[in-house]
C-alpha cells in the first residue's frame, strides 16, 4: 500500500516538473488533471452513463404509456361508434320506415330491421368479413378470414393502428348490416319475410361485399391507399369517407331494382297510403342523425382531430339539407312538413357521408344544401313521373343522395382537412385536381352497375325458386299478420 503511495507521489512530482520546464501557465493544470485521470480515474464518466441510461429509460417508459393513452382513447372512441351505428339500425331506421307505413305493416318493417341485426351479424363472422377486408385481388377479399380467423385484439396497421383488429371488425360489421336494410324500405308492405332473408343473405355476399372491398379493402381498385399494393390497387382512387358508394349508392340503386321487379303495391297510386305515425318517423329520423356521428366521424378510425373535421361537418350537412328540403316544400306546397323536415336532414346526412372526412365545413353546407332540394326534387317529381312505388323513398334519398354526395366530394375534397394524395398535393376538383371527379364518377357508375347486376340476378333466382311477393289476400291482410301473426297494436283494448 506504501509503496503504491509512493510511485503515484513521483508520478506527480515528475508531471509538475516537466510542465514547468515546457513553460508552465494554465498548461500546467492540464497534465496533472490527465495523469490523475489515468491513473486514479473519477466516477464522473460512470454517473454520466447511469443518468443517460436512466433517461432513455424513462422516455422509452413515457412513450410506450402515451401509446398505450391513444390506443385506449382511439379504441373507446370505436367501440362508441359502433354502438352508436348500431343504435342507426335498431331503433333508428327501423322506427324511421316503421311510422311511415301503415298500422297493418308495423311489426313487419321493424322486423326486416332487426333481423338484418342478427342475420348478418353470423354471415359477417362466417364469411363475408374475410370478403371485404381479406387480402384478395382489387375486386374481392380472400378466404383466409373466415370464421375470423386471424381477427384478434392486436392492431392491422393496413386498416388502423391504433386499435384491435376485432374493434375495427366489428365496427364494419355495423355497415354491413344498416345497408341492405335500407334496401326494405323500397319493398315495404309486399315481400315475403322468407324470401327477403334469402335475398339480403345472398346481395351481402354478391353486392356489399365486393363494393366494400374495392374502395376500403386492402388493394381494392377504388382504395386511396391501394396502389402501394401494386397490380390493379388503387387504379382508380375513389374518395369515400363512409360510405357513400359502398353504403347508399348500393343500397339505394338496389332499392329502385327491387320495386320495379316486385311492381306497385295493391291500390297504389291509387289508395290513399298516409303514413300511420309521423310521431315514431320523427324520432327513428333523430336517432339516426345523432348515430350519424359514429358512422361518420367514427371512420377516422380514431379520436384525432379528423374525427373532429368529420363530425363537424356531418352535422353542418344534415342542417342545411333540412332546411333545403323545407325551403323546396315550402314554396312548392306552401307550407313545410314534419316528413319533408326529417327526410331532407337524412338526405344530407347520405350526401356528406362520402366526404364528411375531406371537405370543410362550408363545403359541408353546401353539399347539404344542394342535396336536399336535389333529393326533394326527385322524391315528389321524378318518382311521379315514372311511376315507380318505391315505397318509403330508399331510392330518392339513398341512390340519388349518395349518387350527388359522391360527385360533390370530388368537387368539394381539400388537402387542408384531409392530404390523402400526399402533402400539399390537391384533392378535389376546385383545388385543381379534376381527375378526382372523373374517379368519383367512375366509382359510382361502378356500384351503379354492380348493385343493378347483382340485385337483378338475385332477385330472378329468389322469385324462381321460394317467391318474392306475398299473396293477394296476405298483402291486404298486412305483413305483421301474414308473416308473423301478431298485430303491433291491440286496437281491441
Request: contains cysteine.
Amino acid at each position: 500500500m506504501r509503496v503504491r503511495s509512493v510511485t503515484w507521489f513521483l508520478a506527480v512530482c515528475l508531471t509538475a516538473i516537466s510542465s514547468l520546464a515546457l513553460g508552465g501557465g494554465v498548461a500546467q493544470a492540464q497534465p496533472v488533471a490527465a495523469a490523475a485521470m489515468v491513473v486514479a480515474p473519477d466516477s464522473t464518466p460512470v454517473a454520466d452513463a447511469q443518468r443517460i441510461a436512466a433517461l432513455e429509460k424513462q422516455v422509452a417508459a413515457n412513450a410506450s404509456a402515451a401509446a398505450a393513452a391513444q390506443m385506449a382513447g382511439d379504441n373507446a372512441w370505436m367501440l362508441v361508434s359502433a354502438a352508436l351505428v348500431l343504435m342507426m339500425s335498431g331503433p333508428g331506421l327501423a322506427l324511421f320506415y316503421a311510422g311511415m307505413v301503415r298500422k297493418k305493416n308495423v311489426l313487419g318493417t321493424l322486423m326486416q330491421t332487426f333481423a338484418m341485426m342478427a342475420v348478418v351479424t353470423v354471415l359477417w363472422a362466417l364469411v363475408t368479413y374475410s370478403l371485404a377486408f381479406g387480402s384478395g385481388n382489387a375486386f374481392l377479399g380472400g378466404l383466409q378470414n373466415v370464421f375470423l380467423r386471424g381477427v384478434g385484439l392486436t392492431p392491422d396497421p393496413n386498416y388502423a393502428a391504433t386499435i384491435p383488429l376485432q374493434t375495427f371488425m366489428v365496427y364494419q360489421l355495423m355497415f354491413a348490416i344498416i345497408t341492405p336494410a335500407l334496401i326494405t324500405g323500397a319493398f315495404a308492405e309486399r315481400m315475403k319475410f322468407s324470401a327477403m332473408l334469402v335475398f339480403m343473405v345472398l346481395w351481402a355476399v354478391v353486392v356489399y361485399s365486393p363494393m366494400a372491398h374495392m374502395v376500403w379493402g386492402v388493394g381494392g381498385l377504388l382504395n386511396v391507399a391501394g396502389a402501394a399494393a401494386g397490380g390493379w390497387g388503387g387504379r382508380i382512387p375513389c374518395l369515400d369517407f363512409a360510405g357513400g358508394t359502398v353504403v347508399h349508392v348500393t343500397s339505394g340503386v338496389s332499392a329502385l331494382v327491387t320495386a320495379l321487379y316486385l311492381g306497385k303495391r295493391l291500390g297504389y297510386p291509387r289508395e290513399p297510403m298516409p303514413p300511420h305515425s309521423l310521431v315514431l318517423t320523427f324520432i327513428g329520423a333523430c336517432l339516426l342523425w345523432v348515430g350519424w356521428f359514429g358512422f361518420n366521424a367514427g371512420s377516422a378510425l380514431g379520436a384525432g382531430s379528423l374525427a373532429t373535421s368529420a363530425f363537424v361537418c356531418t352535422h353542418f350537412g344534415a342542417a342545411a339539407a333540412a332546411i333545403g328540403w323545407c325551403a323546396a316544400e315550402w314554396l312548392r306546397n306552401g307550407k313545410p312538413s314534419a316528413l319533408g323536415g326529417v327526410s331532407g336532414a337524412v338526405a344530407g346526412l347520405v350526401a356528406i357521408t362520402p366526404g364528411a372526412g375531406f371537405v370543410t365545413p362550408i363545403s359541408a353546407l353546401w353539399i347539404g344544401l344542394i342535396t336536399g332540394v336535389f333529393c326533394f326534387f326527385m322524391v315528389v317529381k321524378v318518382k311521379h313521373f315514372f311511376g315507380y312505388d318505391d315505397t318509403l323513398d330508399a331510392f330518392g334519398v339513398h341512390g340519388a343522395g349518395g349518387t350527388l354526395g359522391a360527385l360533390l366530394t370530388g368537387i368539394f375534397a381539400r388537402s387542408v382537412v384531409n392530404p390523402v394524395f400526399g402533402a400539399g398535393k390537391p384533392t378535389g376538383l376546385l383545388e385543381g385536381n379534376p381527375r378526382q371527379l372523373l374517379n368519383q364518377l367512375i366509382g359510382v357508375a361502378i356500384a351503379w352497375s354492380l348493385s343493378i347486376v347483382g340485385t337483378l340476378v338475385i332477385l330472378f333466382l329468389v322469385d324462381k325458386t321460394i317467391g318474392l311477393r306475398v299473396g293477394e289476400e296476405a298483402e291486404r291482410e298486412g305483413l305483421d299478420l301474414s308473416q308473423h301473426g301478431e298485430e303491433a297494436y291491440d286496437m281491441a283494448h
